[in-house]
């Protein structure tokens, strides 16, 4: 009835493998947002030079801060925020510090925690991204599941998964190689 699983790998998240995973995801996510609003800023300076110049009353420190100031702090702000809430979700999120168990077989991933577990088909997959850390398997637009490749071992181990994956999510994956 049951088929063989074709990988077995257990997993412990370590927090750098989390907040890489959501920095990544954000910029996958809002990159368009993010250069629209530090273009804008540094933008907004240069129209404000260029216009206290016209006006005969250029300040230098006005200039700086409007220039390198504000879309420094915007590049920061958006730097520091996944960070943050990759913070938040490691010490609030059980799912994240527990040690997962992942089981792959030719048509079915499952999955198990201590406290959960979910057996799906491969084509229920929302997306499968792979980072040069990890691979990332997206339910949904939002919920994801992270398998860090250090738990794979071996490099034939990682070509595997990325075989099973491209065979069977086919489109909706974005593999490295």
């Keep these: 009835m ?21 920095r990544w995801h954000a910029w996958k996510k809002f990159w368009w947002l993010y ?44 730097y520091y925020s996944p960070y943050r809430y990759a913070q938040q979700q490691f010490k609030t999120g059980s799912g994240f510090r527990q040690p997962r168990h992942y089981i792959f077989f030719e048509h079915i991933v499952e999955t198990s925690t201590s406290v959960s577990s979910s ?18 398997f997206f339910a949904s637009m939002a919920a994801f599941s992270i398998l860090p490749k250090r738990t794979l071992e071996t490099e034939d181990r990682v070509q595997l998964l990325r075989n099973l994956i491209r065979k069977n999510v086919g489109s909706k994956a974005k593999l490295l190689k």
């Excluded at 990988?7 to 995973?21: G, I, M, N, P, R």
């Excluded at 009353?57 to 702000?77: H, K």
């Design 35 to 78: 250069t629209i609003l530090i273009f804008g800023a540094f933008s907004y300076g240069v129209v404000h030079v260029l216009h206290s110049i016209y006006a005969s009353s250029f300040n230098a420190f006005g200039a700086i801060l409007y220039t390198v100031v504000f879309p420094g702090l915007l590049g920061c702000l958006f």
């Design 2 to 22: 049951d088929e063989e699983p074709l990988l077995e790998v257990d997993c412990q998240l370590q927090f750098s493998e989390v907040y890489h995973a959501l």
């Design 119 to 136: 057996r799906s088909d491969w084509t229920l997959l929302y997306k499968v991204f792979e980072t040069s850390e990890s691979f990332v």
